[in-house]
């Protein structure tokens, strides 16, 4: 009932407040997600640990610890990628 009503309003021009604040969290929430789920970063930060540890600035123990959990962030990121939750359908124009 609201999508309709929402649409017919935006139609002729006005808009609601309430649906415009859900909008901008949306985008600031997308912006995000992509910031994070980035597998090229993700990679730059990998690359970057392995640098940090053959140059001895990390121990071997604190290495694997990161890499493991880069690795596994680079998992989810993939498959964030493939399934491509952030996208919708936008309706409301």
């Given at each position: 009932m609201f999508i309709i009503d929402d649409i017919?309003?935006?139609?002729i021009g006005i808009s609601l407040p309430?649906?415009?604040?859900?909008w901008t969290l949306e985008?600031?929430?997308?912006f995000a997600l992509k910031?994070?789920?980035?597998?090229?970063?993700i990679k730059d930060q990998i690359k970057?640990?392995?640098l940090l540890y053959e140059f001895g600035e990390l121990d071997r123990q604190e290495y694997e610890r990161k890499?493991?959990?880069?690795?596994?962030?680079?998992d989810v990121a993939q498959k964030v990628?493939?399934?491509d939750l952030g996208?919708?359908?936008d309706i409301l124009g």
């Open positions: 017919l309003l935006r139609s309430g649906l415009d604040m859900i985008q600031i929430q997308n910031g994070y789920y980035n597998p090229d970063k970057e640990t392995r890499n493991s959990e880069l690795l596994h962030k680079l990628l493939e399934m996208s919708k359908m």
